[in-house]
C-alpha cells in the first residue's frame, strides 16, 4: 500500500492565472538510502569493503578516519568523519563527541555526567561531549525505542 500526500498550495508562476496544482508525493520513491548491510571504504590501497554490523566505532583524525570494529581491527579511511557518516545508515550511528561517532547496537552502558561516557561491548570507553549530550540520549531513545 503506498502513502501519498497531496500538497494543494503549490502555484506556478507560468500559468496566467496563477491556479493552485495539486502534486502527488510518494515517499517510497523518494532519494531516501536503503540501509546496506555492506559499506565501501575508500583506504590508502584501494577499496575495502566491510560489514557495517562489525563497526564498532569511529574516530576522526583531521581529514582521516579510524574504524574501530568488533574484532579489535582498525582500518584507516581518506574521508572525514562526517563524509564516514553519511555513509552509514543514520540511526543506527550516533555523534557523541567531536571526534567520535559509535555504533548503537554495541553499546554496553552509558554513565551520566556534564556529557558522561559510554562504554562499549569490547571494553572501550569514550566520552560523549557535553554539546552532544542531549542528541546522543535522542539517538538511544530512537534507536532502542523508549
Not at 23 to 35: C, G, H
Not at 36 to 62: H, N, Q, R, W
Not at 100 to 129: E, M, W
Request: hydrophobic letters at 40%.
Amino acid at each position: 500500500m503506498l502513502n501519498t500526500v497531496s500538497l494543494h498550495s503549490i502555484t506556478d508562476p507560468a500559468e496566467p492565472n496563477h491556479s493552485a496544482r495539486a502534486i502527488t508525493f510518494m515517499p517510497e520513491y523518494s532519494l531516501v538510502r536503503k540501509a546496506s548491510k555492506k559499506i565501501v571504504l575508500p583506504t590508502m590501497e584501494g577499496f575495502c569493503f566491510e560489514k557495517v554490523k562489525d563497526i564498532a566505532y569511529l574516530e576522526a583524525s583531521g581529514n582521516y578516519t579510524l574504524l574501530h570494529f568488533t574484532d579489535k581491527r582498525q582500518i584507516w579511511v581518506c574521508r572525514t568523519l562526517r563524509e564516514v557518516e553519511q555513509m552509514l545508515s543514520e540511526k543506527a550511528f550516533a555523534r557523541i563527541h567531536r571526534s567520535h561517532t559509535i555504533h548503537l547496537k554495541h553499546i554496553k552502558k552509558y554513565v551520566r555526567g556534564k556529557g558522561g561516557h559510554v562504554v562499549l561491548q569490547n571494553g572501550v570507553t569514550l566520552v560523549v561531549s557535553a554539546g552532544q549530550k542531549d542528541l546522543f540520549l535522542g539517538a538511544l531513545r530512537q534507536y532502542f525505542g523508549n
